[in-house]
């Protein structure tokens, strides 16, 4: 069995609920722990989608992150504190 060194439990808030991760995962990966597979819609027939490419080339897992949209949580590393959020539509806030 591997063994990892994940650190200390940091919180952060996704649509407003509290989600624990580690230092070291991405939103993306902290997300898909703590079962949310669904990172936003397609812009026209509202269709879920999903984590894609995991490495920042695609768009499918654009999201809210501290208030500014169009950020790919698959490439960005986890911060106690944070706010994501689910983005609708095409760069469009929740607000």
Partial sequence: MLDFERGEK???SFNGQEIEAYP??????ALHAAGVSKLGESPELHRPRGLFCAIGNCSSCFMVV?????M??????????MCVEEQKGKGELNY
Avoid: S
């Fill in 66 to 70: 501290d208030g500014k949209p169009n």
């Fill in 72 to 81: 790919r949580v698959c490439v960005i590393n986890v911060k106690p504190g």
């Fill in 10 to 12: 940091i919180f952060f």
């Fill in 24 to 29: 070291t995962e991405t939103i993306a990966a």
